[in-house]
């Protein structure tokens, strides 16, 4: 673990940002071992919609890790159709609580087009202030030049892609292979 109790992971970089009523959620496609690219064409964001109600995860960290907690959230959300912050704090409580969730290494970017979090195992789930947020090892890249772009009048994708782009060019765990997914009114 990283300072602060934050993972330090390398191999990837998450970025959603809000614009317009819609979010956009983009992911790399690298994965890394150690210095290695493993894959470059990873799906690391994903739609879901348990019982109908539709929401884009984004995950970095371990992949197995993240499944397990995306399975997690699926159920929750099934619990609770519509109230994505309440099911993003229930996982959270439970992966703060649970012996074997204790151990997942992995984060979350999660919304529902309307709210946006970012849900961690030190307990945390966090509500952007800026309409970006952006985790993985080149996440803070990604959020930089997102932040710096929404100054700009381009829509949601255009800044998620060049932002994204920013930081493939710093981070050498990031690629530019990306999965974007768009939730929101049309």
Known sequence: MAEGGAPGWHGTTILAVRRG????VAGDGQVSLGQTVIKGTARKVRRIAPGGHAAVVGFAGSTADA??????????????????????????KDWRTDRYLQKLEAMLIVTDGAGLFVVTGAGDVLEPEHDAAAIGSGGMYALAAARGLMETDADAETIARKAMAIAADICVYTNGNLTVETIGRD
Not at 21 to 24: A, H, I, N, Q, W
Not at 72 to 92: N, T, Y
């Open 21 to 24: 009523g819609r979010v956009v």
């Open 67 to 92: 499944f397990t907690l995306l399975e997690r959230l699926e159920k929750k959300l099934e619990a609770m159709p519509g109230q994505i912050g309440r099911a993003c704090v229930e996982l959270a």
